[in-house]
């Protein structure tokens, strides 16, 4: 494997080993200019999970932004145990099991089965497809609702089960996931905690205000017509047939999920998509409604939204100061406060 590999898989050891092979120590890492920008996309990695519930993929050009990604990837890892959050830590390996089947999805074979090697899950090749031993399997499937998942209903041969390569991703996503959640927390030692004191109340303060948005909460009947700007957007570029960039797609279907659409009212949406994919659709509908994943996301809020340039036609209520709208939910909560309100008191001239 190459720097490129493992910048888009910091997790393997491998990867621990190619950091040591460049010199990088902990006290550079945490104090260097140099690591400044390895730190910031530590801390992005984070934020990431926190909004999205995916890293987000970012330009790796030379050998140099790769060493910053891998870096980044022990950064996050410190974050996290900093903040030493039970609802940070599940979030955050949730994130990196889903960005890793992300992209094992558009890798070689080789690539995917040297992953697998480095998760110790035992599996080989057999005649372009991928193989895992069934007690790897079972120990990471178990926890899968869907019956597609039962040993039952796939094909073992001499105590292998045969897999095509996203089903076998998936199943490495779950192993990756546990790894993570039984790594975290790291025991840290108080020059670290000093070192990145600013960034870990930073990080605690947005997963308090996460937490709070994952609350369950009773939107009533839907109505479209109060939808906020950007989500009127999305849809009507779903509808029309164009692309999504992901982050739109999973500000819409949390939204969607939130105001109370079922997953097959979602996949609904997105049917007319030029690269719709049944299967791959009702995946991410389910991973982020929570029927996979265990965990329901809520779209980013406002100013994440805006970093990311999906802000569409922000109104006059979006602009409102006295509003006050941070979040797109909030905006929905406002507008059918206000028609409400509307109803309940008739004008005069009714
Ligand atoms: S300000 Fe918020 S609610 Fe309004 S369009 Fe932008 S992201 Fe949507």
Redesign the pocket.
Known sequence: MDSLSYAKFPFLRDAAEYVKDQGVTLEDLLTHQAYRQARARGKARVIDALEYGVIQLRPMATEGDCLEEILSYPMARMYVSGVDDRFLTRRYALSEGVTMYERLEREEMDIVEEVAYQLDVSASQESGSLRMHFSNYLLYTSRMRSKDWKLINTEVKRGYVLLPQLRFARVLQQALQDKLESELPLPLDESILRALADDINDLKERTAIRREQYKAEDFGKVSVENF????KHFIGMAQAGENLPHSARFALVSFMHHIGLTSEEILNLFAVSPDFNISKTKYQIEHITGEISGTEYTPPE?TT??SYG??????SL?QNPKAK?K??LG?YRIKNRSKKSAKAVPSSRS
């Open positions: 906020p700007p950007c989500m406002c939204m805006k999906i802000c569409f036609n922000p109104d979006c709208v979040h797109p905006y």
